[in-house]
């Protein structure tokens, strides 16, 4: 795919746009300009439980490096009074996508969830002076994002809630739009429960049934809505597609100065620091799956789930859970993955530390050219 593109933004000023990428070897170049340029990109809605795991905000890097996607809206989820929003901002602001619109999404329905995001908003002032995004109806805002751009896909990394509110309350527009998500296993490493993405989505707090007052696992397993899943087990893969302290990734980040390296810095020590000392590359995978049919394998399964969000192929089945056929990741291509991920999201990250470079420098020429 070859394109130039030459449109006109912002106050009539023209920009040349330049997209080149070679099948999916990840080799591409963009000129002039950083952010997701339109040409030949599919357009995508990019839901995101953002600043916790920072493989999401790997993930969003991803997305605005490739030029076979275009991100037109990032929808948080599981979020923690507008923190997980305001980052997606300053992230996208960085990284020379201030045109990308960020809504806020559901409060968290969780117990102990935020922690990171409380301890990256402590450690970089960044954040203090990010304008956290004003709660806005996200339905509503997805809907429109939706009839502006037909073609228009779904990108979920985070938990589901927006989702199923959408499904419920736009069943028709959910139903005309895919969605690849991340989340469910059919053997979770950890047995018994639901994987992440999909425990984080069934609430803590029950009704007079005993059953969670909000279940956004199940009411979009039972939905209309068109799904591939991109499953844990195909996911957690910690020596294929980790990220360490000793990573190539890590040090592209580490002491680099710029503004998103130093977002995504402080999101990986505090989640190293919390949590775990490896980060696997979940989100960023469930990208890449959206690039092409070479790096994520996906095979037609009967899948059953439970009210607990636990998850079974329909052979293994128990009372009360409910069947539904299902597109579901089976494979993936790890090696060809780390190889795109890399090249791609450094070069977008190293760019835009150079285009931060240039634009303080020329401050310093003007503030010199003043004191003269
Ligand atoms: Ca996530």
Redesign the pocket.
């Known amino acids: 795919m070859h394109a130039v593109n030459l449109s006109v933004s912002d106050g009539e000023k023209a920009v040349l746009t330049f997209c080149f990428a070679q099948s999916s070897d990840a080799m591409y170049f963009k000129e002039f300009k950083l952010s997701n340029s339109d040409c030949m990109a599919k357009p995508v809605i990019f839901v995101?439980?953002?600043c916790?795991?920072p493989?999401?905000a790997l993930?969003l890097i991803l997305a605005l490096a490739s030029p076979e996607i275009g991100v037109k809206l990032v929808v948080t989820s599981d979020e923690k009074d507008g923190k997980r929003a305001a980052f997606a901002r300053a992230l996208l602001d960085a990284l020379g996508s201030s045109n990308i619109p960020v809504v806020r999404g559901h409060e968290s329905i969780k117990e102990g969830s935020g922690a990171v995001i409380e301890k990256v908003f402590g450690s970089t002032g960044i954040l203090a002076r990010t304008k956290i995004p004003e709660e806005k109806d996200y339905v509503s805002t997805i809907r429109q994002t939706v009839k502006q751009n037909p073609g228009i896909s779904i990108i979920s990394?985070?938990?589901f809630v927006e989702l199923a509110d959408l499904a419920r309350r736009e069943p028709e527009i959910a139903g005309s739009v895919g969605v690849t998500l991340?989340g469910g296993a059919l053997n979770y490493h950890k047995p018994g429960k639901a994987e992440?993405?999909v425990r984080y989505s069934i609430s803590d707090i029950t009704g007079i049934d005993s059953k969670p007052v909000i279940n956004a696992a199940m009411d979009l397993f039972t939905s209309r809505m068109n799904l591939r899943f991109v499953l844990g087990d195909t996911t957690f893969m910690p020596d294929k597609i980790g990220i360490t302290k000793d990573s190539e990734t890590y040090k592209l980040f580490d002491g680099l100065g710029s503004t998103a390296a130093a977002l995504v810095q402080a999101n990986m020590d505090a989640f190293f620091e919390k949590y775990y000392k490896v980060s696997i590359m979940?989100?960023p995978l469930t990208v890449a799956s959206m690039l092409g049919d070479s790096i994520v394998e996906f095979g037609d399964k009967k899948i059953a789930m439970g009210e607990t969000g636990e998850m079974r192929e329909a052979g293994n089945a128990v009372e009360g859970m409910v069947l539904r056929q299902l597109k579901v990741s089976t494979n993936a291509n790890y090696s060809e993955f780390m190889q795109l991920f890399s090249q791609r999201i450094s070069a977008l990250v190293l760019k835009s530390a150079q285009n931060e470079l240039k634009v303080l420098e020329r401050k310093e020429e003007v503030t010199k050219v003043k004191i003269k």
Do not use: Q
Request: net charge negative.
């Open positions: 995101t439980d953002i916790e795991d493989d999401d993930a990394v985070g938990t991340m992440h993405n979940h989100d």
